[in-house]
């Protein structure tokens, strides 16, 4: 935070009392709202963060009902809740507002990193090792898979200096068709 005077932070001050957002505030007295932000949590740490973005289609209520469902067990799944929370509300609400309601509630789908943490929970450091952790990155092991061009005059064959071999199911082969540039 940049150094402000005791007289911008009395302003500040002032100005929040009087219900002023932290917006309103900073276009009022020419500083930034992360500096207006954090005089006003200095002085009022129990001053609640706003956040933006669109209110909530579902009240505090409705999102511990959403919860408590998948809690006690009576629906499995974020779709399963969302079904449930359709029937009860005005407003349909989407499974992704669901998951967002369960994420709130420190709530995660756990059952694939479970199967898999069981699955391998047996492994060596020495099994591991043998893993390759890709993240979906394509990895060329012998050269590029791009284009490679080899400049002829008209009518020359390739000859097999200029021929790079190809790895097909393991095996290295030597493609030798000979291409003609006309």
């Not at 009576?74 to 309601?101: E, G």
Request: hydrophobic letters at 35%; glycine letters at 6%.
């Amino acid at each position: 935070m940049k150094s402000i005077s005791t007289s911008q932070r009395q302003n500040i001050i002032s100005l929040a009392s009087l219900g002023l957002s932290t917006r309103k505030i900073a276009s009022q007295t020419g500083l930034g709202k992360s500096t207006v932000s954090q005089v006003l949590q200095e002085i009022q740490p129990e001053r609640p963060r706003l956040h933006g973005g669109c209110p909530s289609k579902l009240s505090s209520i409705n999102k511990r009902a959403i919860v408590q469902q998948i809690l006690t067990g009576k629906v499995k799944s974020a779709v399963q809740a969302t079904h449930f929370i359709n029937f009860i509300v005005d407003s349909p609400v989407s499974s992704q507002t669901v998951r967002n309601t369960l994420k709130e509630a420190s709530l995660k789908a756990v059952k694939k990193r479970l199967a898999f943490a069981l699955k391998y929970q047996h492994w060596t450091v020495e099994d591991w090792k043998r893993v390759i952790w890709s993240d979906e990155t394509k990895i060329n092991r012998i050269g590029s898979d791009g284009q490679e061009y080899v400049w002829k005059k008209k009518g020359e064959w390739l000859i097999s200096r200029e021929v790079k071999g190809t790895v097909k199911f393991g095996e290295v082969e030597m493609d030798f068709m000979m291409m003609m540039r006309k």
